[in-house]
């Protein structure tokens, strides 16, 4: 069963940095994309940045500039460094796996969600 494990939210005061981490598990043999979205309450899960497994990258307008997601590869594992948060960053951040467990169809896998609050 695939497992996506997020660690690095938190609480920062405005223009502060943090480092959302996330490894997956559970037999993957194929992983094309990995990347983050968020949720903010009484809002819709938005992207926040993806990569594919070519290197090329997705970012949200509102992030761009500020927020870099990176991937190991030899460790099935994603990250996003996030710069001068702003208020309207507070969301729970979701870790992102498009993939598959064998040769056939690939799938969505989510994480449980990390909280970010970027608040004074």
């Known amino acids: 069963q695939v497992h996506l494990m997020e660690s690095g939210g938190g609480s920062v005061q405005p223009g502060g940095s943090l480092r959302l981490s996330c490894a997956a598990s559970?037999?993957?043999?194929?992983?094309?994309?990995m990347g983050w979205y968020r949720q903010a309450p009484g809002k819709r899960r938005e992207l926040v940045a993806t990569?594919?497994?070519?290197?090329?990258?997705k970012y949200s307008d509102s992030v761009k500039g500020r927020f870099t997601i990176s991937r190991d590869n030899a460790k099935n594992a994603v990250y996003l460094q996030m710069n001068n948060l702003e208020p309207e960053d507070t969301a729970l951040y979701f870790c992102?796996?498009?993939?598959?467990?064998?040769?056939?169809?690939?799938?969505?896998?989510w994480g449980q969600g990390t909280q970010v609050t970027a608040s004074s």
């Open positions: 992102y796996l498009y993939g598959s467990t064998g040769w056939g169809t690939r799938h969505d896998y």
């Open positions: 990569m594919d497994d070519g290197g090329s990258t």
């Open positions: 559970g037999g993957l043999r194929v992983i094309s994309t």
